[in-house]
């Protein structure tokens, strides 16, 4: 079975540093992997994902993950966190391994950032 | 990207009463939408996968029988919360995934409260 462990509820950074937001995952097939951000009382917005091919994603918003399969991990970073970035980030794995199947999402952490 | 709306965006309703909640698919046929809900200052948690013109799989502890889902059309799923009560308050969120498609897409949720 999938599951997705964000290690850190609660990351804060000032503004221009370095974010990284930290997901591990656990798949018993090749994993397909998503991070989301989510602004308060709104849906989820795809910040950027893996399926197949290179490790480095990169996404919207400046943010890119890299797939470490060694380390079962797809850690979220941005190399100069903005205040606009402040929000929810859920890392996600397709249940069942597949692309475009439901997810199992992760416990969130929550980004804030300070001036 | 796909848009998915989600109607309505905040309901409050009495206790003992359903509610209605709509996904539409507005700019691609869905053949498959995904019902999420989540707790305050917790992750998605997946209720039911929905197929259109086949029955929704509900995931293990959530009652069919006071979350109704309806598939009925490639654009439209419905979730009905009967005879609501307090505890149902929550955030709702659906997805969609077009036939082949490799990503499902997220409406805006929508917040229930009973009172």
């Known amino acids: 079975a999938q599951s997705v462990t964000q290690l850190g509820s609660h990351v804060s950074v000032s503004e221009g540093a370095l974010v990284l937001l930290r997901c591990n995952y656990s798949?018993?097939?090749?994993?397909?992997l998503f991070w989301y951000v989510q602004y308060p009382n709104q849906g989820l917005q795809l910040l950027l994902k893996?399926?197949?091919?290179?490790?480095l994603v990169k996404g919207i918003n400046g943010f890119e993950a890299e797939f470490k399969k060694s380390e079962t991990s797809f850690h979220l970073t941005k190399p100069s966190a903005h205040m606009s970035d402040a929000a929810e980030y859920f890392c996600a794995v397709s249940a069942g391994g597949q692309a475009g199947t439901a997810l199992i999402f992760g416990k969130g952490t929550t980004l804030s950032v300070s001036s | 990207g796909a848009v998915v709306s989600q109607h309505p965006s905040r309901v409050i309703c009495k206790s003992g009463t359903s509610v209605k909640i709509e996904c539409r698919s507005l700019d691609f046929q869905a053949t498959t939408m995904f019902w999420y809900r989540q707790f305050p200052k917790k992750s998605l948690m997946l209720m039911a996968t929905?197929?259109?013109?086949?029955?929704?799989?509900?995931e293990q502890g959530v009652e069919k029988d006071k979350f109704l889902i309806n598939h009925a059309s490639l654009t439209l799923s419905t979730l009905t919360v009967t005879s609501a009560h307090p505890e149902d308050s929550s955030f709702y969120i659906c997805?969609?995934?077009?036939?082949?498609?490799?990503?499902?897409?997220f409406g805006q949720g929508t917040r229930l409260t009973v009172v």
């Open positions: 997805s969609a995934r077009a036939p082949g498609g490799t990503e499902a897409f």
């Open positions: 893996y399926t197949t091919g290179a490790t």
């Open positions: 798949s018993s097939v090749p994993p397909y």
């Open positions: 929905s197929n259109e013109g086949s029955k929704a799989t509900y």
